[in-house]
C-alpha cells in the first residue's frame, strides 16, 4: 500500500504543480479584468477585496503544493470555498450592468482551478460535480439563455472531468507497474532460493530417496520421507512471490490476489513427478488457483497409493485458446473401463469430491483414460477467466 501511495504521489505531484502555475497566470488574467472595468462595477470597493483574497489563496494553495499538502481534504475544501463564495458576491459587487455586460463574475476564470484540483484529487467525476456546482452557482446571479453562459460551464465541466480522466488513467497506470516490478522481483528471488536449496537440501533429500530402500525397510520409510519433504519444499519455494498481494490500490479498488499456477505445479516436481510447462506464466485467482492444485495433488496422491511400486507420474500444462490443459499421468498398473467407470461414478469418495468437485468448483471438466498395464490419465480443462 505504501509504495501504490509514494507511486500516486510522484505521478500527480507534477500535475499539481501545473495547476499551481495556471492558477498563477488565470490569477493575472482576473486582476487586468476587473481593473479594466473598475469603472463599471457597483462596488470597487469590495472587487478589490475580492481581488486580494484571490491574491493570498494563491499564494497559500502554491505554498500547499510545494510542501506536498494540495491533496489534504482540508486544503482542496478550502479551495471549492473560496471560489464558491467569490463566484457567490458576484452580482452584489459588481451590479446587474456590469456582470451582463461580460458575464464574467468577479474571478473571471479563475474559478475553473478548483474543480481541475478536484479532478485531479478524487477522479473525473467528482471533478466534473465540482464544475457544476459551481457553474450552477454562477448561473443563478443572472439566469439567462446567453451562449456565453452555457459556454463557460460546458469547457469548465469538460475540462475538469478530461484530466480527471487523464490522471485516473496515469494512476493505474502506475500501479500497475508497481505491482509488476514486485512481481519481478520476488519471482527473481525466488528463483535464486532455488539456486541456493537445490545444490544443498534437496540434493541430500534426493539422494536419500534414491538410496534409502537399499537400507531396507527402515531406508525405505526414510525414504519416503525424504519425497514427502522434498515436494514441500519445492512448493514452499515456487510459492515465493507468485502471488500478487491482495491490497488496496491508491483509487481505492481492491487489487485481486493471482497466483502463477504453472509456479504451482513445477512445486509437485520430485524424483518420480516430471512436471513439463509450455508457457512461462499462468495466472490464476488464488482461490480458483488453491482447488485445481488440490485436484492435481489428490491424482498424484492416488498414483502413490493405486499405481504400484516405482510407478512415475508426468503433469502437462498447456493453454489452448481461453483454456488451460492439465494432464496428470503415470506408468503404473492402470485400471480396466469398468473400474474407471466406478471410480468417476461415486465408488471412489477421493476422485468424487478432491478431483471431480474441485474441478466442477472452478468451471473446468475433468476426464479419465486407463488401459490395465498402461497407467492412468487424468485431463483437466479450465477456463483461463472465471464466469
Same mark, same amino acid.
Given at each position: ?36 472595468? !473598475? ?66 463574475? #468577479? ?9 481541475? +484540483? ?21 448561473? +443563478? ?16 465541466? !469538460? ?7 487523464? #490522471? ?39 539422494? #536419500? ?45 481492491? +487489487? ?14 520430485? /524424483? ?11 495466472? !490464476? ?17 492416488? +498414483? ?56 466442477? /468448483? ?26
Amino acid at each position: 500500500m505504501a509504495n501504490l501511495r509514494r507511486q500516486d504521489d510522484e505521478v500527480l505531484q507534477p500535475v499539481f504543480a501545473v495547476i499551481a502555475t495556471l492558477r498563477w497566470i488565470l490569477l493575472v488574467h482576473a486582476l487586468v479584468v476587473n481593473h479594466l472595468r !473598475m469603472g463599471e462595477v457597483q462596488r470597487p470597493v469590495l472587487l478589490v477585496l475580492c481581488c486580494a483574497v484571490m491574491v493570498a489563496w494563491t499564494a497559500v494553495a502554491g505554498l500547499a503544493q510545494s510542501r506536498g499538502h494540495s491533496r489534504t481534504r482540508q486544503v482542496v475544501a478550502a479551495d471549492l470555498l473560496v471560489t464558491f463564495c467569490l463566484l457567490a458576491v458576484g452580482r452584489h459587487v459588481l451590479g446587474r450592468p456590469a456582470l451582463v455586460a461580460t458575464y464574467l463574475p #468577479v474571478p473571471v476564470y479563475w474559478t475553473v482551478v478548483s474543480p481541475l +484540483v478536484v479532478a485531479v484529487w478524487r477522479g473525473r467525476w467528482w471533478g466534473l460535480a465540482a464544475a457544476a456546482l459551481l457553474s450552477l452557482v454562477k448561473f +443563478v446571479q443572472e439566469p439567462r439563455p446567453d451562449p456565453r453562459v452555457w459556454d463557460a460551464m460546458v469547457l469548465t465541466g !469538460m475540462c475538469a472531468w478530461g484530466l480527471g480522466a487523464v #490522471v485516473d488513467t496515469l494512476r493505474e497506470s502506475a500501479e500497475q507497474r508497481e505491482l509488476e516490478r514486485t512481481r519481478t522481483a520476488a519471482l527473481a528471488e525466488r528463483d535464486r532460493l532455488n539456486r541456493i536449496v537445490h545444490d544443498g537440501a534437496l540434493q541430500v533429500l534426493a539422494m #536419500v530417496e534414491r538410496e534409502g530402500p537399499e537400507l531396507g525397510p527402515r531406508g525405505q520409510h526414510l525414504a519416503e520421507l525424504a519425497r514427502q519433504q522434498e515436494v514441500v519444499l519445492r512448493k514452499q519455494l515456487q510459492d515465493r512471490g507468485t502471488t500478487a498481494v491482495g491490497e488496496e490500490s491508491a483509487v481505492g479498488a481492491p +487489487v485481486q490476489a493471482e497466483v502463477d499456477v504453472a509456479a504451482l505445479l513445477e512445486a509437485h516436481a520430485g /524424483e518420480r513427478v516430471t512436471v513439463s510447462v509450455v508457457a512461462d506464466q499462468v495466472p !490464476m485467482s488464488a482461490r480458483r488457483a488453491r482447488e485445481l492444485e488440490a485436484a492435481v495433488a489428490e491424482a498424484l496422491s492416488n +498414483v502413490v497409493k493405486h499405481a504400484g511400486p516405482g510407478a512415475r507420474a508426468w503433469i502437462l500444462l498447456e493453454t489452448e485458446g481461453d483454456q488451460m490443459i492439465i494432464s496428470v499421468r503415470d506408468n503404473g498398473v492402470g485400471m480396466s473401463r469398468e473400474q474407471v467407470d466406478r471410480a468417476l461414478s461415486g465408488d471412489r469418495l477421493g476422485i468424487q469430491n478432491s478431483i471431480l468437485g474441485r474441478i466442477a /468448483e472452478v468451471g473446468g471438466e475433468a476426464v479419465a483414460r486407463s488401459q490395465p498395464g498402461r497407467g492412468v490419465e487424468w485431463e483437466f480443462r479450465i477456463p483461463l477467466e472465471e464466469d
